[in-house]
Nanobody
Framework: QVQFVESGGGLVQPGGSLRLSCAAS????????MGWYRQAGSGKQRELVA????????NYADSVKGRFTISRDSAKNTVYLQMNILKPEDTGVYYC????????WGQGTQVTVSS
C-alpha cells in the first residue's frame, strides 16, 4: 500500500523559512514524478506548487517561483520542499503525491505564515 508521510510544517513569520519532508514508499518514489500540493483552506482545491521528475527536472507555480525549491533524495525515498521568504498567502496544508496526483494523500503538514 502506498503511503506518504509529510512533516516539517509549523508557524512562521512572514519572510521566514521552513523545510518540508515527505517520506514515500520506495516503489512509488522510483516510478513517478513527485510533487508538493497546497490546500489553502477546507473545501478549496489542492494546487500543485512544485514538482520534480525522476530526472530531477523541476517546475514551480508562478506564486512560489524563486522562493521554493523542491529536491529528492533517492537513497532515503524522501522529497523535500525548501520554502524561503514565506508570505501569508503560503498558508495551508501541504501534501505530497505523484504528478499527476493519484490520490495517495497522507495527513499533510500545516504551514501557517503569520505575524
Amino acid at each position: 500500500q502506498v503511503q506518504f508521510v509529510e512533516s516539517g510544517g509549523g508557524l512562521v513569520q512572514p519572510g521566514g523559512s521552513l523545510r518540508l519532508s515527505c517520506a514515500a514508499s520506495g516503489s512509488i518514489f522510483s516510478a513517478y514524478a513527485m510533487g508538493w500540493y497546497r490546500q489553502a483552506g477546507s473545501g478549496k482545491q489542492r494546487e500543485l506548487v512544485a514538482s520534480i521528475t525522476r530526472g530531477d527536472i523541476t517546475n514551480y507555480a508562478d506564486s512560489v517561483k524563486g522562493r521554493f525549491t523542491i529536491s529528492r533524495d533517492s537513497a532515503k525515498n524522501t522529497v523535500y520542499l525548501q520554502m524561503n521568504i514565506l508570505k501569508p498567502e503560503d498558508t495551508g496544508v501541504y501534501y505530497c503525491d505523484t504528478v499527476p496526483a493519484r490520490g495517495y494523500w497522507g495527513q499533510g503538514t500545516q504551514v501557517t505564515v503569520s505575524s
